[in-house]
């Protein structure tokens, strides 16, 4: 009945390592009534996620309650889905844009955080850096969305607060194991997270909605001179580019891939350099001799910052945030490395077990940023080239909101470590355990932040 479920209980990403350990780079299991297959070796995953038969996707019944198959991320692979990705690629997150966005709203939520742990530190008080750039993150990503109307700094507060706590219900409760999933029979049976899932999908559509009506009937706007996301797909949704039920779940989108996982990968970066002292320091020496005391990083310094970018890449594949990805679902039979993958299968791509292969990396549980940095005759690292390096997916689904993704977290990092300094409080390593969830988050911390200039 219950097949593998019951050895997924906890810590869903590491055992299902330990099951493709067990059963090699390609295996198929049995969640209840479900077959799934768990692919764990980049060659296979590149292949099986570049076939059409792998791109559609399998769907939690909370999260079919929640997206009802229309976004971006959870839509079956046909022409709604090609629609709005060719969009988001193309015209919504291009660098025109994202340039747009990252000038009026990213830049100062960046530096009004760095300061404020600025300020703290001299205070004697500790920051917390998944609460503060959690918090940081989203008001960036909801800036950045819907813009702001300064006279209505109160509503815009007030609605970004309570889509900030709809947000965060989707990544708590989004991988729960939710067994009527896997065992048709439960489904008969009272679910108060389903109950839960139809409330909080009424109001994140209340919200959004709300909120995307708010800009179309912005005072003065101008759709020839957008000046945040939303405005962009207004204007495209005049021009026939997309259809107006798309922005909804856009918008949606964005909040969700953007908020949550940016976040991770900055608190992540934090707590492992606070715990190396050594590396920290090699990271504000190049910093101090590339960018100087009186200028600010910026997204055009990735290359002129090597080490910076080396330990920012490092630990996107040490404590890897999306350890399984989004799950795909084959739509008929198909082979994948020879073996079958049948119709209806769940597809897994184990990109934390690829993350920490041997066959792949040296000492792969260990954290080493030397890994990505250039070659000595300047080209790439291996490691960047090879495909055993996945954070935001691959195939025909990979994330398309990579570019806003790295620019959000550059700038939080590269500012904060610029200007500030990071350790523990008594001196001595923090827990680098893992939070499951569908982001992987590290444990609670707390952190001195001490002022470098």
């Given at each position: 009945?219950?097949?593998?479920?019951?050895?997924?209980?906890?810590?869903?990403?590491?055992?299902?390592?330990?099951?493709?350990?067990?059963?090699?780079?390609?295996?198929?299991?049995?969640?209840?009534?479900?077959?799934?297959?768990?692919?764990?070796?980049?060659?296979?995953?590149?292949?099986?996620?570049?076939?059409?038969?792998?791109?559609?996707?399998?769907?939690?019944?909370?999260?079919?309650?929640?997206?009802?198959?229309?976004?971006?991320?959870?839509?079956?692979?046909?022409?709604?889905?090609?629609?709005?990705?060719?969009?988001?690629?193309?015209?919504?997150?291009?660098?025109?844009?994202?340039?747009?966005?990252r000038e009026r709203h990213i830049e100062g939520v960046v530096n009004g955080l760095v300061e404020e742990m600025?300020?703290?530190?001299?205070?004697?008080?500790?920051?917390?850096?998944?609460?503060?750039?959690?918090?940081?993150?989203?008001?960036?990503?909801?800036?950045?969305?819907?813009?702001?109307?300064?006279?209505?700094?109160?509503?815009?507060?007030?609605?970004?607060?309570?889509?900030?706590?709809?947000?965060?219900?989707?990544?708590?409760?989004?991988?729960?194991?939710?067994?009527?999933?896997?065992?048709?029979?439960?489904?008969?049976?009272?679910?108060?997270?389903?109950?839960?899932?139809?409330?909080?999908?009424?109001?994140?559509?209340?919200?959004?909605?709300?909120?995307?009506?708010?800009?179309?009937?912005?005072?003065?706007?101008?759709?020839?001179?957008?000046?945040?996301?939303?405005?962009?797909?207004?204007?495209?949704?005049?021009?026939?580019?997309?259809?107006?039920?798309?922005?909804?779940?856009?918008?949606?989108?964005?909040?969700?891939?953007?908020?949550?996982?940016?976040?991770?990968?900055?608190?992540?970066?934090?707590?492992?350099?606070?715990?190396?002292?050594?590396?920290?320091?090699?990271?504000?020496?190049?910093?101090?001799?590339?960018?100087?005391?009186?200028?600010?990083?910026?997204?055009?310094?990735?290359?002129?910052?090597?080490?910076?970018?080396?330990?920012?890449?490092?630990?996107?594949?040490?404590?890897?945030?999306?350890?399984?990805?989004?799950p795909h679902q084959a739509t008929e039979d198909t082979e994948v490395g020879g073996y079958l993958v049948p119709?209806?299968?769940?597809?897994?791509?184990?990109?934390?077990?690829?993350?920490?292969?041997?066959?792949?990396?040296?000492?792969?549980?260990?954290?080493?940023?030397?890994?990505?940095?250039?070659?000595?005759?300047?080209?790439?690292?291996?490691?960047?080239?090879?495909?055993?390096f996945i954070p935001f997916g691959t195939g025909h689904r990979r994330c398309p909101g990579r570019r806003f993704?790295?620019?959000?977290?550059?700038?939080?990092?590269?500012?904060?470590?610029?200007?500030?300094?990071?350790?523990?409080?008594?001196?001595?390593?923090?827990?680098?355990?893992?939070?499951?969830?569908?982001?992987?988050?590290?444990?609670?911390?707390?952190?001195?932040?001490?002022?470098?200039?």
């Open positions: 009945m219950f097949g593998s479920l019951l050895e997924l209980r906890r810590d869903t990403h590491l055992a299902i390592d330990r099951l493709a350990k067990r059963y090699g780079d390609i295996c198929l299991l049995r969640f209840g009534n479900v077959p799934t297959v768990v692919i764990s070796h980049p060659d296979l995953l590149q292949e099986a996620f570049g076939r059409p038969e792998l791109a559609d996707r399998w769907v939690s019944e909370i999260m079919d309650i929640l997206s009802s198959g229309k976004d971006l991320v959870l839509a079956p692979y046909g022409d709604r889905w090609r629609q709005m990705q060719r969009f988001a690629n193309r015209e919504l997150l291009s660098g025109r844009n994202l340039d747009n966005v600025g300020a703290m530190g001299e205070a004697g008080e500790l920051v917390s850096p998944p609460v503060m750039v959690a918090r940081s993150n989203s008001e960036m990503m909801f800036r950045a969305v819907f813009g702001r109307d300064e006279d209505g700094a109160g509503e815009f507060a007030r609605q970004r607060d309570a889509l900030v706590e709809h947000v965060n219900w989707i990544f708590a409760n989004a991988n729960a194991t939710n067994l009527a999933d896997y065992i048709p029979w439960m489904r008969f049976l009272p679910n108060s997270a389903i109950r839960e899932a139809v409330r909080q999908s009424e109001t994140g559509t209340a919200i959004i909605s709300s909120l995307v009506e708010g800009a179309r009937n912005r005072p003065g706007l101008d759709l020839s001179a957008p000046t945040c996301l939303v405005e962009v797909m207004l204007a495209q949704e005049e021009t026939g580019e997309i259809e107006g039920d798309m922005i909804n779940d856009l918008c949606m989108d964005l909040l969700l891939a953007g908020t949550d996982t940016s976040a991770q990968t900055v608190s992540w970066t934090l707590l492992l350099l606070a715990n190396r002292p050594e590396v920290q320091a090699r990271v504000h020496r190049e910093l101090d001799e590339v960018i100087g005391p009186d200028a600010l990083p910026t997204v055009d310094d990735r290359t002129r910052l090597p080490y910076t970018f080396a330990c920012l890449a490092e630990s996107m594949r040490y404590r890897t945030i999306g350890p399984l990805a989004v119709a209806g299968a769940q597809v897994l791509g184990n990109i934390y077990s690829i993350h920490h292969d041997p066959r792949f990396w040296d000492t792969p549980d260990d954290f080493v940023p030397e890994r990505f940095l250039p070659q000595a005759d300047g080209a790439p690292a291996a490691a960047l080239t090879g495909n055993a993704a790295e620019t959000a977290v550059w700038l939080h990092l590269t500012r904060m470590l610029h200007r500030l300094r990071f350790a523990t409080a008594d001196g001595r390593p923090l827990s680098e355990g893992e939070v499951f969830g569908l982001a992987i988050s590290p444990e609670p911390y707390v952190l001195l932040a001490e002022r470098r200039r």
